[in-house]
């Protein structure tokens, strides 16, 4: 659980998860200001507690990193602000399971219906827009890129270099990069979403900041991939860190 400010909602999120699926629950606090941390310790979630805000990506780094080292074989990444319902995560991990798959993402354009849950319109189309551009680039078919809901086996998080990836919100784009670079298998699940006053999101102008951001890793993806420039981030993890940032 990558956690910002989720006092609120921490406990709805968890009472949503069937346990039954779970073997340990991780909570990495980035920085709040509010009673996260105390609430997580409280609810005996492991606690791993960024003293300053990292970012969204930077926050997971720690969430996969932590969990490789406590020796999962699958990681789910749930936010804890309870927009996206947890209620499917056996659908995530069973395929995972199956072995037919390296990564299975919730997408809220397969749930059919996102601007019912209250996705704003200009996010939706944007939504849209940058996916396909994505699936030209990465000659692959996903609905939806900015999914909230995952699940990676461990083969996937070790074969890619998540760490060399940005600590912002493109960082879930450069994985996706990554894994298509390395040949893994994924898939998608249809979810509902919600949206609601306590959840998170970001506005305009950082949504914008985040669509260019995806346009210079599918550029960064095609050089790599051409040998016209090679980047650290596509790098096995144990190459070193050759090449440009």
Request: charged share 25%; with cysteine; hydrophobic share 40%.
């Amino acid at each position: 659980m990558p956690a910002y400010n989720a006092e609120k909602t921490l406990v709805r999120t968890l009472d949503d998860i069937d346990r039954s699926w779970v073997d340990e629950i991780i909570l990495v606090d980035d920085g709040s200001h509010d009673g996260t941390v105390a609430l997580a310790r409280h609810l005996g979630l492991h606690v791993f507690v960024h003293e300053k805000n990292t970012g969204y990506g930077g926050n997971q780094k720690t969430c996969y990193t932590q969990a490789l080292r406590m020796g999962a074989e699958i990681a789910v990444m749930i936010h804890p602000d309870h927009q996206y319902d947890p209620r499917v995560l056996p659908q995530l991990v069973q395929p995972l399971l199956d072995g037919t798959c390296d990564a299975v993402f919730g997408s809220r354009m397969l749930g059919g219906r996102p601007l019912e849950g209250g996705m704003p319109k200009w996010k939706y189309l944007a939504n849209i827009f940058l996916t396909a551009l994505e699936n030209a680039a990465f000659y692959m078919y996903l609905t939806e890129d900015p999914s909230g809901l995952r699940a990676y086996s461990r083969r996937y998080l070790e074969a890619v270099n998540f760490l060399a990836n940005s600590n912002d919100f493109v960082f879930d784009s450069e994985i996706i990069a990554q894994g298509v670079m390395h040949r893994m298998r994924i898939r998608e699940i249809p979810i509902e979403t919600r949206y609601f006053s306590e959840a998170s999101q970001i506005g305009l102008r950082r949504s914008i900041i985040y669509g260019i951001s995806i346009l210079k890793t599918l550029v960064k993806f095609k050089m790599h991939k051409k040998g016209l420039k090679r980047f650290a981030m596509f790098n096995d993890p144990g190459a070193g860190r050759t090449g440009t940032a």
